[in-house]
Nanobody, 118 residues
Framework: VQLQASGGGLVQAGGSLRLSCAAS????????MSWYRQAPGKQRELVAG???????NYADSVKARFTISRNNAKNTLYLQMNSLNPEDTAVYYC?????????????WGQGTLVTVSS
């Protein structure tokens, strides 16, 4: 199983980035997918999630700025990030969860660094 996150980089405040997470080795379409981030010295936090059925949810801090989406045909998860600010600086991780029975499947990508300069 591999979740390959990409698209991070250095951007000025107010700019945009699009993150991608390419999944392999899983039945991508049945997984609930999420983006998390972890800033230096802080705990990992949920940024946005999208269910296998396409229902999305967002942290209050990114609502109206970030958009999560998925392309099941390409086994890829996306995060469009607009109006970035320095508080968005973090390593962004993608997560895949399938709550099967009797086992829950939970996978993490390696992370991609987003740095927003003021």
């Amino acid at each position: 199983v591999q979740l390959q996150a990409s698209g991070g980089g250095l951007v000025q405040a107010g700019g945009s980035l699009r993150l991608s997470c390419a999944a392999s080795g899983i039945g991508f379409s049945i997984y609930d997918m999420s983006w998390y981030r972890q800033a230096p010295g802080k705990q990992r936090e949920l940024v946005a999630g999208i269910t296998s059925g396409g229902v999305s949810n967002y942290a209050d801090s990114v609502k109206a700025r970030f958009t999560i989406s998925r392309n099941n045909a390409k086994n890829t998860l996306y995060l469009q990030m607009n109006s970035l600010n320095p508080e968005d600086t973090a390593v962004y991780y993608c997560n895949a969860v399938y709550s099967g029975w009797p086992k829950k499947y939970d996978y993490w990508g390696q992370g991609t660094l987003v740095t927003v300069s003021s």
